[in-house]
């Protein structure tokens, strides 16, 4: 198994330091239990979705504690944006065909973690609008199983008050508190390759997923907005 410095991405190491300044004059940040990210080893991270923002939000926080990067599944389409996907392969994000059962990404994600690095996937699928959390789709468990890698559930909160899936919104309060949580990771069995032992294994992150988020917008107090 490979050591964390082999996941340390040299264009996210130069991008990292601007990233986190841009975000703290958009933000109040704060990060809870950051001590849950692995130092060394692999873990699949895997938070709610409320914003595009998310991905580089836990990132700066992982960041912060171990100086390491998570390697998130990106969706091909913004592989195919010219600026974005050049952004996205220089920081060696995993593409993904979204709405297929890409194997191919759940492939090159489960090396990625074999070989030691932090790779991310939003359990939902998608960015979620609503007050509660959708129902969750069985890749981040595939991938822990097959590379005996721990789940870390992440919830956050306040992204989606400067910009929700619908696009950037400028509205009160003009510096939102955004709260990331990182949860206890959660160990797989390898054995455990069943569809029913999949779908229980995404349930209990599902559920773990759940308080986290509601302990991020607890957090976040009045500073940080629902959804409306």
């Known amino acids: 198994m490979r050591e964390p410095h082999d996941d ?9 330091p601007l990233v986190t300044g ?13 001590e ?6 692999p873990a699949v991270i895997s938070p709610n979705h409320i914003s595009p923002l998310d991905p580089l939000i836990v990132g700066v926080g992982t960041a912060k504690h171990c100086s390491r990067m998570i390697r998130f599944l990106s969706g091909t389409e913004f592989f195919a944006q010219p600026w974005v996907g050049k952004g996205l392969r220089a920081l060696d994000q ?14 090159n994600a489960i090396d990625a973690a074999k070989e030691g690095s932090l790779v991310g996937l939003f359990p939902e699928g998608k960015i979620n609008n609503g007050p509660d959390l959708l129902r969750g789709r069985r890749g981040a468990a595939r991938i822990a199983v097959a ?23 400028m509205r009160r309060p003009i ?10 990771p959660i160990p797989v069995d ?10 229980h294994i995404t349930d209990d992150l599902m559920s773990e997923l759940a308080k986290l988020r509601d302990r991020a917008k607890e957090l976040a107090g009045r500073k940080g907005y629902a959804w409306d």
């Not at 841009?22 to 950051?34: A, E, G, K, L």
């Not at 890698?149 to 919104?169: D, E, H, S, Y």
């Not at 510096?175 to 206890?184: A, F, I, L, Q, S």
């Open 36 to 41: 849950n990210v692995p130092l060394t080893g």
């Open 175 to 184: 510096h939102p508190t955004v709260v990331v949580v990182y949860g206890e």
């Open 8 to 16: 340390r991405n040299t264009t996210w190491t130069y991008a990292r």
């Open 147 to 169: 590379s005996g890698a721990p789940l870390l559930p992440v919830g956050i909160w306040g992204t989606q008050v400067r910009f929700p899936g619908g696009g950037w919104k």
């Open 22 to 34: 841009v975000f703290h004059t958009m933000f109040r940040m704060r990060f809870v239990d950051i």
């Open 94 to 107: 995993i593409p993904l065909r979204r709405g297929e059962n890409d194997l191919e990404a759940l492939g």
């Open 190 to 199: 390898q054995d455990a390759t069943s569809a029913r032992e999949i779908l």
